[in-house]
C-alpha cells in the first residue's frame, strides 16, 4: 500500500493553520491581552433576516411528510439555479439556469474542478495566489507555473505569449491582493485562453465588492464562454461561509478534447457529491430575491466602510497598498523593509493585532501582509489605532 506521495511537495502546514498556531502559544503566554483578528477572511455580521426565515421554512419543510425533501438534484433544485440566473441579469449577464451547478462553495469546486482534467496538463496561477488552487494541483501531480504580480503591475499580471499554459486560474477582485481586472486585461486573458486552447477558472466570489467599473463576471467579456467556467459564493456575498453554498457557471457549448465539460463535471459531482441541503437552498434563493439583495448589501456596505477605515489609515502612514476599494482585502507592503512573518510577530506582539502574512501566498508575496475588512467595526477602528501608534513611534 503506498499513499499519494504528491502530499510530500506540499508545504508542511497550511497558512492559515500557522497562523492559529502562532496565535494560540501567544495568547497562551499572554492570556491578558486583547487580541484582534483581521487575518482570516470569515465573516462576523448574521445572515439577514429573510436568509433566517427561508432556513427555518426550509427546516420545516422537513418535518412534514407532505413537504419532506432528501437528496436533492445533483445541480440543484430549479428555483435556486433560475434565482443565480436573474442575479446575473441583474448587471447585464446572460447565464441559464440550466449552465449553473449549486455547490457547498467556490473553495470546494475551485479545487474538485481540476478531477476532469488529464493530470499532464500545466496550470497556470498569479501569484500571490490564494493556496487552494497550488495545492488542490499539486496534489494531483500536476506541474505548475506562475505569472508575477508586483507593485509594477499593481498585482495584476498578465498573459504572456512564449508561455503556454492548459488550465489558468484567475481571481478577480483577488485573494488576497484585492487587484481586479478591467474589461480589457479580462479580454486579454480571454484570446490567449482561446489561441492556448485552454481553459479559465474564474474566481469571483468577492464580485459583490466592486464599486468601480470593473466586470462582476468573466461572462461579461466577449469569448469567455469559449474557454471560461466561472466560480462563485455566498460565503462573502452573503455571509454563507459557515452555512456553505456557492454555484459554479459552465456555458453548455464549452467542450475540449472532444468533450463536454458541462456533462464531465455532472458526472463528477453525480459520484462524489450529494448535493446542498434542502434548506440552504431556500436559504440561498433568498439572498437572490429582491428583499434578500436589499438587506444582503447591509452588511456588505459595513464590510466596505471597515476597508475605507483601514485605507484610509495606510494612506496616512504613507504605507503602499491595493484592495480596499473592490475587495474586503487590504493588501499593504510590509513598513520599514520587514518581510511578511517579521510584521506578523511585530503587529502581534506590539499592537495585538493579527493579519495574514504576504509570504504563505506565494514567492511575490514576501514583503506584504493582508488585512480584511470582516471584523467588528469598534475592534476595526482600535486596529487600526494600534497600528498607526505602533508605525508611527
Given at each position: 500500500?503506498?499513499?499519494?506521495?504528491?502530499?510530500?511537495?506540499?508545504?508542511?502546514?497550511?497558512?492559515?493553520?500557522?497562523?492559529?498556531?502562532?496565535?494560540?502559544?501567544?495568547?497562551?503566554?499572554?492570556?491578558?491581552?486583547?487580541?484582534?483578528?483581521?487575518?482570516?477572511?470569515?465573516?462576523?455580521?448574521?445572515?439577514?433576516?429573510?436568509?433566517?426565515?427561508?432556513?427555518?421554512?426550509?427546516?420545516?419543510?422537513l418535518?412534514?411528510?407532505?413537504?419532506?425533501?432528501?437528496?436533492?438534484?445533483?445541480?440543484?433544485?430549479?428555483?435556486?439555479?433560475?434565482?443565480?440566473s436573474?442575479?446575473?441579469?441583474?448587471?447585464g449577464?446572460?447565464?441559464?439556469?440550466?449552465?449553473?451547478?449549486?455547490?457547498?462553495?467556490?473553495?470546494?469546486?475551485?479545487?474538485?474542478?481540476?478531477?476532469?482534467?488529464?493530470?499532464?496538463?500545466?496550470?497556470?496561477?498569479?501569484?500571490?495566489?490564494?493556496?487552494?488552487?497550488?495545492?488542490?494541483?499539486?496534489?494531483?501531480?500536476?506541474k505548475?507555473?506562475?505569472?508575477?504580480?508586483?507593485?509594477?503591475?499593481?498585482?495584476?499580471?498578465?498573459?504572456?505569449?512564449?508561455?503556454?499554459?492548459?488550465?489558468?486560474?484567475?481571481?478577480?477582485?483577488?485573494?488576497?491582493?484585492?487587484?481586479?481586472?478591467?474589461?480589457?486585461?479580462?479580454?486579454?486573458?480571454?484570446?490567449?485562453?482561446?489561441?492556448?486552447?485552454?481553459?479559465?477558472?474564474?474566481?469571483?466570489?468577492?464580485?459583490?465588492?466592486?464599486?468601480?467599473?470593473?466586470?462582476?463576471?468573466?461572462?461579461?467579456?466577449?469569448?469567455?464562454?469559449?474557454?471560461?467556467?466561472?466560480?462563485?459564493?455566498?460565503?462573502?456575498?452573503?455571509?454563507?461561509?459557515?452555512?456553505?453554498?456557492?454555484?459554479?457557471?459552465?456555458?453548455?457549448?464549452?467542450?475540449?478534447?472532444?468533450?463536454?465539460?458541462?456533462?464531465?463535471?455532472?458526472?463528477?459531482?453525480?459520484?462524489?457529491?450529494?448535493?446542498?441541503?434542502?434548506?440552504?437552498?431556500?436559504?440561498?434563493?433568498?439572498?437572490?430575491?429582491?428583499?434578500?439583495?436589499?438587506?444582503?448589501?447591509?452588511?456588505?456596505?459595513?464590510?466596505?466602510?471597515?476597508?475605507?477605515?483601514?485605507?484610509q489609515?495606510?494612506?496616512?502612514?504613507?504605507?503602499?497598498?491595493t484592495g480596499?476599494?473592490?475587495?474586503?482585502?487590504?493588501?499593504?507592503?510590509?513598513?520599514?523593509?520587514?518581510?511578511s512573518?517579521?510584521?506578523?510577530?511585530?503587529?502581534?506582539?506590539?499592537?495585538?493585532?493579527?493579519?495574514?502574512?504576504?509570504?504563505?501566498?506565494?514567492?511575490?508575496?514576501?514583503?506584504?501582509?493582508?488585512?480584511?475588512?470582516?471584523?467588528?467595526?469598534?475592534?476595526?477602528?482600535?486596529?487600526?489605532?494600534?497600528?498607526k501608534?505602533?508605525?508611527?513611534?
Open positions: 500500500m503506498k499513499v499519494n506521495s504528491n502530499f510530500d511537495n506540499l508545504v508542511p502546514n497550511y497558512l492559515f493553520a500557522e497562523i492559529a498556531k502562532r496565535v494560540n502559544d501567544y495568547h497562551k503566554a499572554n492570556p491578558e491581552k486583547d487580541i484582534i483578528r483581521l487575518g482570516i477572511g470569515d465573516v462576523t455580521l448574521p445572515l439577514a433576516p429573510i436568509v433566517i426565515e427561508a432556513m427555518k421554512k426550509g427546516a420545516d419543510d418535518a412534514a411528510k407532505e413537504t419532506f425533501k432528501g437528496y436533492p438534484d445533483y445541480e440543484g433544485y430549479a428555483f435556486v439555479r433560475e434565482a443565480v436573474g442575479y446575473y441579469k441583474s448587471f449577464v446572460s447565464v441559464d439556469a440550466d449552465e449553473v451547478l449549486i455547490s457547498d462553495g467556490a473553495k470546494s469546486d475551485c479545487g474538485n474542478i481540476c478531477d476532469i482534467f488529464d493530470k499532464d496538463n500545466t496550470v497556470l496561477v498569479t501569484d500571490p495566489v490564494y493556496p487552494v488552487y497550488v495545492d488542490s494541483n499539486i496534489m494531483a501531480g500536476r505548475i507555473i506562475y505569472a508575477d504580480c508586483n507593485k509594477s503591475n499593481n498585482f495584476k499580471a498578465m498573459p504572456d505569449s512564449s508561455v503556454h499554459a492548459d488550465i489558468i486560474y484567475l481571481c478577480s477582485p483577488n485573494n488576497p491582493t484585492g487587484a481586479a481586472y478591467t474589461a480589457d486585461e479580462l479580454k486579454a486573458w480571454i484570446d490567449y485562453a482561446i489561441k492556448n486552447d485552454a481553459i479559465i477558472l474564474y474566481d469571483c466570489a468577492y464580485e459583490a465588492f466592486i464599486t468601480e467599473d470593473v466586470p462582476r463576471s468573466i461572462f461579461a467579456v466577449e469569448g469567455a464562454r469559449q474557454c471560461a467556467i466561472e466560480f462563485c459564493s455566498l460565503s462573502k456575498t452573503a455571509g454563507f461561509t459557515g452555512t456553505r453554498c456557492g454555484y459554479t457557471v459552465i456555458p453548455k457549448e464549452l467542450e475540449r478534447d472532444g468533450h463536454n465539460i458541462y456533462k464531465l463535471w455532472y458526472r463528477r459531482q453525480a459520484t462524489k457529491f450529494n448535493g446542498v441541503s434542502w434548506p440552504v437552498q431556500c436559504a440561498a434563493a433568498a439572498v437572490f430575491s429582491e428583499e434578500g439583495q436589499r438587506q444582503i448589501r447591509v452588511n456588505l456596505e459595513y464590510y466596505k466602510e471597515n476597508a475605507r477605515i483601514i485605507a489609515a495606510l494612506d496616512e502612514l504613507g504605507i503602499y497598498y480596499g476599494k473592490n475587495s474586503p482585502y487590504i493588501w499593504l507592503e510590509c513598513p520599514k523593509g520587514l518581510k512573518w517579521e510584521f506578523f510577530d511585530l503587529l502581534l506582539e506590539k499592537a495585538n493585532v493579527v493579519g495574514t502574512p504576504g509570504a504563505g501566498f506565494g514567492k511575490n508575496g514576501e514583503g506584504f501582509f493582508r488585512l480584511t475588512s470582516f471584523g467588528d467595526r469598534d475592534k476595526t477602528i482600535e486596529a487600526v489605532k494600534r497600528i501608534e505602533l508605525l508611527s513611534e
